[in-house]
């Protein structure tokens, strides 16, 4: 049998008027986030990494099949600027890597999961530090070894500016 | 002009089996867990088959083959070797149109790039390393009268080897003609994107490889992807794609304790000095088609010319001129011979490339043409187009800093040589640039200047199997091309020889 083809109408951002953002983020809020991570580069107060609620979705069916979860956020070609997501600890971060920040997921009933980290390399972190991200997901094939590639959606990484200087 | 058919359709010189199964041992078998996925052309964005999703199984069964074949391959002369490399360029040189054809439907690239190209020069690749592995010789040295030092190059074995989807036959072949020429035995993995030209290819040449020295496992990358790069039954491992995944072969490879080659993109400059524009010639013609050369395979070329940087002096009309040129672009169908630009490879990429082209504005980048994703009539109306696109801005940009991997062009203005090589160097990556002068010693200079493992001087997007390609900086670690390629698939056996009756006298 053939797994759910990827294929056909991209999906649309959950784009909704600005302003309308209830989370903490510091961008003008273009997207609307539903999860917001808390905010891990030291110094700063405000989140770097937001959810969409299509993207706290995929990773809540994720974490259900493979258990905490971690975020790498890559750069370069074919999947460059992809958001990779593995299982916690799969991906050996170090001093060349800079945690964006913390994200505490739920069930959609509200029980407890656990932290989700997002991590970047700390040299694209400097050439991106003037953008926040915002995770969605949407219909495709994924690759790279990030875990959502078989579910037939993927997440993409949105960004948007930081209104605060970092 | 002339407009191929698509496959599946009347007239095609191509037709797809409505099922591929993994290439094992010489054989066709489906996988393990009986799973397929389907697979999407990027032109009409219609599945138009589907492929084996393999898992750590099939990479076992797989590496068992190889395993297998390994004693007989490992120790074939170079003269067998160099034989089926040939015969496999022949047999691609006689199924031309095929092959290119399967390769834009499954990639969504044009169709005059595929023939002209991406087929092309993987022909010659197999032809430059079946003479190359001819050549080679191993050395010796004599320490003394009576002691020789005799060096002889040895295959690794079995190798992995995971290719990208922007050239997937090209990518492929790069790989598998030095690893093949070297004696080693492969099993290698496409790209989720773009399983089916490869398996295409395979069957045309399968009569030529023996059994299990060439095996096929597709999947996708968790699943099958990361089997092959962690297992401990591989001898190296071969990666192009994204620097977060290309770390994490890197961490599997060191588990193992075995090499890695690692092709992981860039941010290429493209520089135009200001005496390019000295004459309206052939030779600032040429440096027009340099500028639009962003746009070629729709931008998905690791060292896609992304980032043109222009002298102050000549900026306004030379950009002014560039644009016209790019507007001269024709995007369309990609299996018509006259279409320029064709589709991104997937809905993947179209959505990357269109966050860009957001982030891009937001940045307050300003849009000199294009901008948006292209829309086409008919049955092209669900494939993933984008119009070629300029930006103008400043090298701290987004834009500027991130591979798009689309035909997204962004470009700044820069006042004098050092301004020049130093926002052409203020990059993570270093794979490839451009450089264009009319001075020789301008060229010279700036082209040593650049930290990049390619420099391409008042020419772009060559790709000869006799020169070294590979990355500096982010880019990756390794060079693929050029007969070095085959240092990264053997390994030196020194053999340390007294000829001598007489003993050292230690003991």
């Not at chain 2, 052309?41 to 395993?67: K, M, N, S």
Request: aromatic content about 10%; some cysteine.
């Amino acid at each position: 049998m053939a797994e759910q083809a990827a294929r056909g109408a991209t999906g649309a951002p959950g784009r909704t008027e600005p302003g309308t953002n209830g989370g903490t983020g510091v961008g003008p809020a273009g997207i609307d986030v539903a999860l917001e991570a808390a905010p891990a580069v030291p110094g700063e107060t405000a989140s770097r990494v937001g959810f969409t609620a299509a993207a706290v979705d995929l990773v809540r069916e994720l974490w259900r099949e493979h258990g905490p979860l971690m975020f790498h956020q890559s750069g370069g070609c074919c999947d460059g600027s992809a958001p990779m997501c593995f299982p916690a600890g799969e991906f050996r971060t170090g001093d060349a890597d800079v945690l964006l920040g913390t994200a505490h997921l739920t069930t959609a009933a509200g029980g407890d999961l656990g932290p989700v980290e997002f991590w970047i390399s700390a040299e694209q972190f400097e050439a991106w530090r003037r953008t926040r991200l915002v995770i969605d997901a949407v219909p495709g094939r994924g690759s790279g070894f990030s875990l959502e590639t078989p579910t037939g959606h993927r997440f993409l990484t949105r960004s948007e500016l930081c209104t605060v200087a970092p | 002009m002339s407009v191929y058919a698509q496959p599946g359709k009347d007239g095609s010189v191509v037709s797809f089996k409505p099922r591929y199964e993994h290439f094992i041992g010489g054989a066709w078998g489906p996988p393990v867990k009986g799973r397929y996925f389907e697979d999407v052309t990027p032109v009409t964005g219609q599945p138009f088959t589907e492929v084996g999703r393999g898992t750590a199984e099939d990479v076992e069964a797989a590496l068992d083959a190889a395993w297998a074949a390994a004693p007989s391959w490992n120790a074939s002369t170079p003269t067998q070797r160099a034989i089926m490399l040939n015969r496999i360029a022949d047999r691609m040189e006689e199924n031309l149109e095929l092959i290119a054809v399967a390769e834009t439907w499954d990639n969504g690239k044009p169709v005059r790039e595929t023939l002209n190209a991406d087929i092309p020069l993987a022909i010659d690749h197999f032809r430059y390393f079946a003479g190359a592995i001819r050549a080679q010789e191993g050395h010796l040295s004599q320490l003394d009268e009576d002691t020789v030092a005799y060096h002889f190059h040895e295959p690794l074995g079995v190798v992995g080897q995971i290719i990208p989807w922007n050239f997937p036959i090209l990518m492929a072949v790069w790989k598998l003609a030095p690893a093949l020429a070297a004696g080693n035995c492969v099993v290698l993995k496409p790209a989720e994107q773009t399983p089916a030209s490869i398996l295409v290819l395979m069957e045309l040449i399968q009569d030529l490889i023996p059994d299990g020295v060439v095996n096929i496992v597709n999947g996708f990358g968790v699943e099958c992807g990361k089997p092959l790069a962690s297992n401990r039954r591989i001898r190296k491992i071969a990666f192009t794609g994204e620097t977060t995944t290309g770390r994490l072969i890197m961490q599997y490879a060191s588990e193992n304790i075995i090499p890695v080659t690692l092709e992981l993109g860039g941010k290429s400059p493209n520089i135009f000095f200001e005496d390019v524009a000295r004459e309206r010639d052939g030779f600032y013609d040429k440096a027009l088609e340099g500028f639009a050369f962003f746009a070629l395979n729709s931008g998905e070329v690791c060292t896609c010319p992304s980032r043109a940087l222009v002298q102050e002096s000549i900026y306004d009309s030379f950009l002014a001129d560039g644009i016209e040129r790019v507007k001269q672009i024709k995007a369309g169908n990609p299996l018509d011979t006259d279409t320029m630009i064709g589709a991104q490879a997937s809905t993947d990429q179209l959505e990357k490339i269109l966050s860009y082209l957001d982030i891009g504005r937001k940045e307050g980048a300003k849009v000199l043409v294009g901008g948006q994703r292209a829309e086409l009539e008919g049955d092209l109306s669900g494939g993933y187009y984008v119009q070629p696109t300029v930006f103008e801005g400043t090298n701290d940009m987004r834009i500027f800093q991130e591979e798009i991997f689309g035909p997204v062009l962004s470009v700044a203005k820069f006042a004098s040589y050092e301004d020049a090589i130093g926002i052409a160097n203020d990059t993570l990556y270093g794979l490839g640039a451009g450089v264009w002068s009319r001075d020789g010693n301008t060229a010279y200079r700036a082209g040593r200047a650049i930290q990049s493992g390619r420099v391409w001087v008042n020419q772009y997007h060559s790709y000869p199997a006799h020169s070294a390609f590979g990355g500096y900086k982010s880019s990756g670690i390794g060079r693929e091309n050029h007969l070095m390629m085959l240092d990264h698939y053997q390994q030196t056996k020194n053999m340390l020889v007294s000829y001598t009756e007489t003993p050292q006298g230690f003991f």
